[in-house]
C-alpha cells in the first residue's frame, strides 16, 4: 500500500489511496466529529467498522480512515464477498465522549448515503451503540442477536485464522494436521482464546503471551496452553506466530529475531512496512500469511447478516479461507513474490474482472 504524506491536500491523499469519497461529519450540538471513507464500491456497498477513537489530531483520523477502509476493499474482494471497502473513525474518547444522541446522529449521515456505505463494530465500538445508530439507519450490522443480528463474530473470526494457519502448515509440511505443531499466540482476546481452543482441540502445543497477567494465568489453564513472558516469544522455537494483539509486530528487529517458519494471526497490519518487511519474509523463507485474507471472518459474519444470516453459510464462507490462502501462497512461489503483494494480486485482478462484468447494464 502507498505511504500517505500527511502533509499533502487531501485530495491527492485520495488520489494516492484510490478513495471515491470521504464524508466529513460534524454537529457541534451532539458533538459529533466523524470521517466516513468509501475507497471502493465496484464488488458491492463498502462495508467496514466504526471505530472510536480519541486521536491525537485529525490528520491522524484520516490517515487511519484512508488506510483502514483500503484495506476493507482488499479483504472483502479476497474473501470473494459481493462488498466493496469502507470504513468510519468517530473522533472522541469512547468511555468518556459516547452518547445515544451521537450515535444516532452518526446514524443520520450514514443514512443518507444510501447504502453506498453499512457500518459495524469495531475498536472503541459494540453491539449496543450499533444498536443506537439502527435507530436511525437500516444501513449497520453486528447488531445484538436479540434485535436479529449474528451475534458475537469473534469465534467465526478466530477459524478463519485457523483456517489460514492450517493451510500454511499443509504448504509447508504437506499435511495440514496440527497435532505436535507448535504455535505462540501472542494477545489471548477474543479471538487469540478461541484459536487457541481450536488449536488445542487438534492437540497442537500452544504457547500464549498477552499484558493482561490474570487473563494469561486463566486461559493457560482452562486449555492447557503454557504462559510465556511478552519479551520473550521472539525466542522460543516454535513453528508459528500467531499476532493476535497488535499490528506492525513483524518490522525489522522482530524478524531477525523470528525462528518460526510461520506467521498466521488476526491482528491488522502485522507488517510494520508491507513492501520491505513482506520481502524480508520472503528472502528470509518465512511463510507469511496476510492478515487481511486470514481475518476475514468477522466481515464475513456481518455479510452473512446483510444477507439474511445463515450459520450454515457462514461457517461456509470462512471455510474458504483455507482455499484463498492457499491460493495466495501458490501465486507467491510461482512468481518469488511476498505473499502479500500476491494477495493484493490476486484481490485487484478480482475487483477489475467484476469492473468488466459490471460494464453492461
Ligand atoms: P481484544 O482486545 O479482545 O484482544 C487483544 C488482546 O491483546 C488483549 O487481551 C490485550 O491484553 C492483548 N495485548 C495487547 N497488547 C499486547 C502485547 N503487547 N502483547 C501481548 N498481548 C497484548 O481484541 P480482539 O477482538 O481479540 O482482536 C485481536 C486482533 O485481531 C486485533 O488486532 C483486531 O484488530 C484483529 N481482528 C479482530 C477481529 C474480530 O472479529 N474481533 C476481526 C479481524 C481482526
Redesign the pocket.
Known amino acids: 500500500m502507498p505511504t500517505l504524506n500527511p502533509d499533502d491536500s487531501i485530495f491527492n491523499q485520495l488520489e494516492t489511496f484510490g478513495h471515491k469519497k470521504v464524508v466529513f461529519c460534524s454537529d457541534p450540538d451532539t458533538g459529533l466529529k466523524a470521517i466516513i471513507a468509501i475507497h471502493d464500491t465496484t464488488l458491492g456497498p463498502a462495508l467496514g467498522g466504526t471505530r472510536m477513537w480519541a486521536y491525537r489530531n485529525e490528520t491522524d483520523a484520516l490517515h487511519d480512515v484512508l488506510r483502514l477502509s483500503k484495506s476493507m476493499t482488499y479483504k472483502s474482494a479476497i474473501a470473494g464477498l459481493n462488498l466493496g471497502g469502507g470504513k468510519a473513525v468517530i473522533i472522541g474518547d469512547s468511555r468518556k465522549d459516547k452518547t445515544e444522541a451521537l450515535l444516532r446522529k452518526f446514524g443520520r449521515f450514514i443514512k443518507n448515503l444510501n447504502g453506498e456505505f453499512i457500518t459495524a463494530v469495531?475498536?472503541g465500538t459494540n453491539p449496543k451503540d450499533m444498536e443506537y445508530i439502527k435507530m436511525e439507519t437500516q444501513h449497520v450490522m453486528g447488531v445484538p442477536e436479540s434485535i436479529g443480528g449474528s451475534g458475537d463474530?469473534?469465534p467465526?473470526?478466530a477459524l478463519g485464522v485457523f483456517m489460514g494457519i492450517k493451510a500454511c502448515v499443509k504448504e509447508l509440511y504437506g499435511s495440514d494436521a496440527l497435532t505436535g505443531k507448535t504455535i505462540i499466540v501472542?494477545?489471548?482476546?477474543?479471538?487469540?482464546?478461541n484459536l487457541v481452543k481450536l488449536l488445542r482441540d487438534e492437540n497442537a502445543k500452544v504457547y500464549i503471551?498477552?499484558?493482561?497477567d490474570e487473563?494469561l494465568g486463566q486461559v493457560a489453564k482452562k486449555y492447557g496452553a503454557e504462559a510465556v513472558s511478552?519479551n520473550s516469544?521472539f525466542d522460543i522455537d516454535a513453528d508459528i506466530y500467531a499476532?493476535?494483539?497488535?499490528?506492525a509486530?513483524v518490522n525489522t528487529q522482530t524478524i531477525k529475531k523470528l525462528k518460526c517458519a510461520i506467521i498466521a494471526?488476526?491482528?491488522?497490519n502485522q507488517l510494520e512496512d508491507e513492501e520491505i518487511h513482506g520481502q524480508m519474509l520472503l528472502e528470509k523463507g518465512v511463510l507469511f500469511a496476510p492478515?487481511y485474507v486470514i481475518?476475514?471472518?468477522?466481515?464475513i459474519?456481518c455479510y452473512s447478516e446483510l444477507m439474511g444470516f445463515s450459520k450454515k453459510r457462514t461457517m461456509q464462507l470462512t471455510e474458504n479461507i483455507y482455499e484463498a490462502t492457499r491460493n495466495v501462497l501458490k501465486l507467491s512461489k510461482a512468481e518469488n513474490i511476498s505473499t502479500i503483494v500476491a494477495a493484493n494480486k490476486i484481490a485487484e485482478k478480482r475487483i477489475s474482472d467484476i469492473k468488466k462484468v459490471k460494464s453492461t447494464y
Open positions: 469495531d475498536v463474530p469473534t467465526i473470526a501472542q494477545g489471548i482476546g477474543h479471538v487469540g482464546e503471551s498477552d499484558i493482561n487473563l511478552t516469544i499476532p493476535c494483539a497488535l499490528g509486530t494471526g488476526s491482528a491488522n492478515d481475518n476475514a471472518g468477522g466481515i459474519n
